[in-house]
């Protein structure tokens, strides 16, 4: 009797061992996905950091007087491309929006700057990259949603603290952009 124990015992242990290794396994796979994401963000932003300057740059032969935006955008910029988190990329992202908008705002003064074709061209291409942006956000929020779901579901979450994976952080966007634009058109 004892060696048929010991059998059904080693059965057991083989058969925890090959769930624990199974589940380490496809959280390992999930947590690379969620990194791989990000990196699709970081891409992203990359990129339309390094269009901003070229913006800022032929705004600026335009506007030599808005001084003030194109020192926030500069500002923004930075604080995007040293963000640690994706909470501080968030957040440095919103700014950035921000000052966008207000140089946006400042175009709309300057008629022949928006027929130049270099600005044309720029703008486009920062159209394209807002919308990969929001793209990305999109997939690395659903795969960071897989993984989240992952680590707190039984029987995962008994072990996916022990073997050190923790819930990740959805790309979140700032309080001030779910407001909506208040337009007016004046009464004229």
């Known amino acids: 009797m004892k060696k048929s ?3 059904i015992g080693l059965v057991v242990l083989a058969f925890i061992a090959m769930s624990l290794i199974g589940t380490y396994n496809r959280l390992v796979n999930l947590d690379n996905e969620v990194e791989t994401q990000w990196a699709q963000i970081d891409n992203q932003l990359k990129r339309r950091a390094d269009l901003i300057p070229n913006l800022v740059n032929t705004v600026k032969g335009f506007a030599a007087q808005e001084k003030e935006i194109m020192t926030a955008i500069a500002d923004s910029r930075a604080r995007l491309a040293g963000a640690a988190s994706p909470a501080e990329a968030a957040e440095a992202d919103a700014e950035l ?19 130049d074709q270099t600005f044309i061209r720029l703008m486009d291409e920062l159209s394209g990259t807002e919308n990969r942006i929001s793209v990305a956000r999109k997939d690395y929020n659903e795969t960071v949603r897989d993984y989240n779901l992952a680590v707190r579901t039984f029987p995962t979450n008994l072990v996916a603290p022990i073997m050190g994976f923790e819930k990740a952080e959805f790309f979140e966007i700032a309080e001030s952009d779910r407001e909506t634009p ?3 058109f004046g009464d004229e």
């Open 5 to 7: 124990t010991i059998v």
């Open 97 to 115: 929006t921000g000052a966008l908008g207000r140089l946006l705002v400042i175009v709309e003064n300057y008629p022949d700057l928006k027929s």
């Open 182 to 184: 208040e337009v007016d």
